[in-house]
């Protein structure tokens, strides 16, 4: 698994979100410049995170964007699904976007791959983004 630039950029963002809770919302210039990422691609991948019911924007003066669920329920694999697709290194042995690949061939080489596959998911699915602030 290699996550994307999105990916990254949409945990940074949601971990801000995490730390604002309670607090109010954030704009996407505030979070853009806290974490170095461009505000066109941020309002992009606000817009997939609000989609998936993760976030919520208010318009106008004192608008922003605030969390949409408790941050102690999203988990990392979650966002990283959502953006990128499979956590699997491998499509034959995704649960959820599998994929005939020659690794199928090899039983050993295949349950290698099943293995990383499930440390990989059980770490990042029991990781919330209240873990992280």
């Known amino acids: 698994m290699k996550l994307s630039r999105k990916s990254e950029y949409a945990c940074l963002a949601l971990i801000d979100l995490a730390r604002t809770y309670d607090d109010g919302l954030l704009t996407i210039g505030e979070l853009a410049e806290q974490n170095n990422i461009p505000k066109k691609y941020l309002e ?10 993760y976030v919520r924007s208010v318009r106008g003066v004192g608008g ?32 959820y976007f599998y994929e005939y690949t020659p690794t199928e061939q090899n039983d050993k ?17 029991k990781t919330t983004f209240k873990d992280l602030i």
């Open 44 to 53: 992009q991948i606000l817009l997939i995170l609000k989609g998936a019911g």
């Open 64 to 95: 922003g964007y605030k969390l949409a669920q408790v941050p102690g329920e999203i988990s990392i694999a979650e966002v990283i699904r959502l953006i990128d697709g499979p956590l699997a290194p491998i499509g034959s042995v995704s649960e």
């Open 109 to 125: 080489l295949l349950a290698l791959f099943k293995d990383i596959r499930d440390y990989t998911a059980d770490l990042l699915e």
